[in-house]
């Protein structure tokens, strides 16, 4: 079965620290993958997504992603992170065979102060 | 501000009560999802709908019983929760079932069962 791990639950970070959001995922099959994010109160809004091509993407807000297809991970990363950043973080992805079915992790909680 | 709209946000019901939670898009999104989300956990999905007609149910107990009454509105009714039931509860559409596409979520509706 699909599973996907975030290993980073609680990560303080000051502004301007780069940031680095660990994802791996267990799925010998061709994924997608994305990065959602919560801010406090609000819905879950998609911040970037891997479907093919070049490993590394680039979403919304500055932030990016590398898909490590040999490692399985699909790691966030912001070189500077805000205030406005802090948020609940999830991963996820979905089988290409059954996209409709999309397993999160379980999510990292990112708290930035001034 | 969201374009999948779920209502009520709060919604406080007895264990005997019947109740109904309410989503709806306007996106001509044909795919259709609710999830449970506990605090602290990720989401984690109950029905999928596509061109109205229910496409995976993940072992939802029957006291959850979705309805898609037309393309643009879902609605899951509840009928004697548990306790443990209390979640919040999010809709999530994308343009259609089986697709790359990503699901795009509403707001939620967060449910107290005493």
């Known amino acids: 079965a699909q599973s996907v791990s975030q290993h980073n639950h609680h990560v303080i970070l000051s502004e301007a620290a780069s940031l680095e959001l660990g994802c791996n995922y267990s799925?010998?099959?061709?994924?997608?993958l994305f990065w959602y994010v919560q801010y406090p109160g609000q819905h879950l809004q998609l911040l970037l997504k891997?479907?093919?091509?070049?490993?590394l993407v680039k979403g919304i807000k500055g932030f990016e992603a590398e898909f490590i297809k040999s490692k399985f991970s699909f790691n966030l990363r912001k070189p500077s992170v805000q205030w406005s950043d802090t948020a609940e973080y999830f991963c996820?992805?979905?089988?290409?065979?059954?996209?409709?079915?999309?397993?999160f992790g379980t999510g990292t909680r990112l708290q930035v102060f001034p | 501000d969201t374009e999948v709209t779920q209502t009520p946000k709060h919604l406080v019901m007895g264990m005997t009560n019947k109740k109904s939670l309410k989503c709806e898009q306007h996106m001509g999104h044909r795919a259709m999802y609710w999830y449970k989300q506990k605090a602290k956990k990720p989401p984690e999905l109950m029905f999928v709908y596509s061109y109205e007609k229910l496409s995976i149910n993940e072992s939802v107990p029957s006291r959850f019983s979705p309805e898609c009454p037309n393309s643009s509105l879902l609605n899951l009714h509840l009928h004697a929760l548990q306790p443990e039931d209390s979640a919040l509860y999010l809709c999530?559409?994308?343009?259609?079932?089986?697709?790359?596409?990503?699901?795009?979520f509403g707001d939620g509706t967060r449910l107290s069962i005493l």
């Open positions: 891997y479907f093919s091509g070049d490993p």
């Open positions: 799925y010998g099959g061709t994924v997608n």
């Open positions: 999530a559409s994308t343009l259609k079932a089986g697709s790359n596409q990503p699901q795009h």
């Open positions: 996820a992805v979905n089988a290409l065979w059954n996209t409709d079915k999309l397993i």
